[in-house]
């Protein structure tokens, strides 16, 4: 199925799906000029409220993606929408916004006066995002603003922002040192809450679209609550592990964002069963592994499939409390289309909630696959005895097959 064909409409979300940091993620530009040729219709809907539309759209065109300020939502007007439902006497109330320039438009849009310097603390309004000039002194204004009683409001709760070099701290740890020193809970403006996505559809003509989205628990969480499609990439912030602990399973998963231009299988992931041993059995076999437990242990087996045939298989067992994941297979004609990864993230989500926190591999082909999902390799003495002296390792993994390993994240 090939994604940019299945919709006409396309909300894409910006950190870690288009870009990171001021870096283009491979592709990404130019697959949105590419919907945009074939008559798509695109917004952009980031929890990030540091910059204003203009600025976005500035970032978009410079990159080659195209783009207008009013394809633009950000949790800047989700908090703007927000504080007009939430916040009686908006007009004139003194307003201490911890943001960017994005932020503190939406703030002033609304009517409220922007408090600067020592007034700060007499806020009655205390608005918070994603700072890359917090310091010590905007913590202690909004701190004492928040204990003197003023309405705590954030744009968004992102944990993390996905940059070049790797994971930032988000938003959402600001707001957790808010929380922390105030024990209050914020209303949140941005995903998950839905909301964002109903000023996206007003822009949209009142169409929904397939949302695009580096995290699970804000983009596909809201998409899902407005009852929009979502597919995840990985280019971002949410790796298979991430994936595999996430509280929600998104519609489709692609690599990046140049994926839904190709022609991908977008497979359903269920426990196996009697019925599919043929087909497992067939995998394992063009995979190179043995299929002779394969019955054994069907209830210890998921299989992903696409028009009802499995086409990606993998197994899992539970060793005292640690897991090992084992006869991993994709049908020849569906490897390197991402359906390798959605079986391991999809085991790797039922061993977790089997109480798995540790996973062992041993594997004689796909040590670069698997580092890709995230497991390191390990030396083989570092095994534990559970997985290394057990029969099915001993008796089918050479010696010098690398061994894996992959700590799990909580749920
Ligand atoms: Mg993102």
Known sequence: MILAQAFSRFAFDLDGVVWKGDRPIAGAPDTIRTLRDAGKRVVFVTNNSSETAETYAKKLAEMGAGGSPDEVVSSADATARLLERAVPGLRGR???????????NAVASVGARIASGEESKDASLVVVGWDRGLTFDKLR??????RAGAIFVASNTDATYPAQEGLWP?????????RTSTGVEPLVAGKPDPGIFQVARDRLGGSPALVVGDRVETDIMAAHAAGWPAALVLSGATGVPELAAAPAWPDFVLGRLTDVLEDRP????????GPDLPHIATMLHHGGLTAGAARERVGRTMVAETDRKPIATASWERLDGIGL?????VAPEFRRAGAGTIIVAATLKRMIEEGVGEVYLVTEHAEKFFAACGFKTIDREQLPDAIGKHPQVVRECPASAPAMYLRLPAR
């Open 94 to 104: 003194l307003a201490y916004v911890v943001g960017g320039e994005g932020l503190l």
């Open 141 to 146: 204004l909004a701190t004492l603003a928040v």
């Open 266 to 273: 977008h497979p359903q992931v269920r426990s196996a069963a």
């Open 325 to 329: 994941l084992r006869s991993v297979a």
């Open 170 to 178: 988000g938003a959402g740890a600001i707001v957790a040192a808010l």
